[in-house]
């Protein structure tokens, strides 16, 4: 059961734009919200990440907002460049159990010259 | 070199066979993770370790073992090898849990 749910499955982007990638999560309360990037035949790389204590964070070019109430959090890509292009994973982190990472399904983001 | 290894990074096998995937890392970092990668469903978690000597199931550990006798090794063993098993293996480390994880780059295991 996918406790973590993230859309779109894959994004095309113009270079300049924004990219916005959502999740929602359900059934279960979450303490840590962190975002991956990862580039093709690589791991992924912690991007940016949010506790619930607060709605917004930015790094750069990356934002991410949440909502506690509505159980979403979302990663805006200002700017997007071709070098953004990579595959994005939103995690959560179970508050009964912090040892560990749920992830999302992932995104495939394409930024286009 | 200091970082998180895996090994092999490519490796083919027959349906049925046992294959070890290894993984490394120079930090003495505490936990160590098992994750598979598949399209559609992201990176499912298999098994994970707190400590050498502590191990606990993930979402899909059916098929899969895993020990830690030292700190720095966490190896994945398959079993019985099946065409489901056809997937790509990153293994992580944290020193704190969930908060940071350092993925390693992976194998691609091809069960025929």
């Known amino acids: 059961q996918q406790q973590v749910k993230q859309s779109p499955q894959s994004l095309i982007v113009q270079k300049g734009g924004i990219s916005i990638i959502n999740c929602a999560y359900e059934n279960t309360a979450f303490d840590y919200f962190p975002w991956y990037q990862q580039f093709p035949g690589k791991g992924p790389a912690l991007l940016i990440a949010?506790?619930?204590?607060?709605s917004e964070k930015k790094e750069g070019r990356f934002t991410i907002s949440f909502n506690k109430s509505a159980k979403q959090f979302s990663l805006h890509i200002m700017d997007s460049q071709p070098g953004d292009s990579a595959t994005y994973f939103c995690a959560a982190t179970p508050s009964y159990n912090t040892d560990k990472l749920i992830f999302g399904t992932g995104t495939r983001l394409q930024v286009f010259p | 070199d200091a970082g998180i290894t895996q090994s092999p990074r490519y490796k083919i096998t027959e349906t049925g066979r046992q294959v070890t995937l290894m993984c490394h890392q120079t930090?003495?970092?505490?936990?160590m993770f098992w994750y598979r990668q598949d399209l559609g469903h992201g990176l499912r978690l298999i098994y994970y370790?707190?400590?050498?000597?502590?191990?606990d199931k993930g979402e899909v550990p059916d098929g899969y073992v895993v020990s830690r006798s030292k700190t720095e090794n966490f190896p994945l063993t398959l079993e019985s090898a099946t065409r489901s098993q056809t997937s790509v293996y990153f293994c992580?480390?944290?020193?704190?849990?969930?908060?940071?994880?350092?993925f390693g780059s992976g194998t691609r295991l091809t069960v025929v």
């Open positions: 930090w003495s970092h505490s936990y």
């Open positions: 992580a480390s944290s020193e704190s849990g969930a908060y940071g994880y350092t």
């Open positions: 949010i506790r619930p204590d607060v």
């Open positions: 370790s707190a400590a050498a000597d502590i191990t």
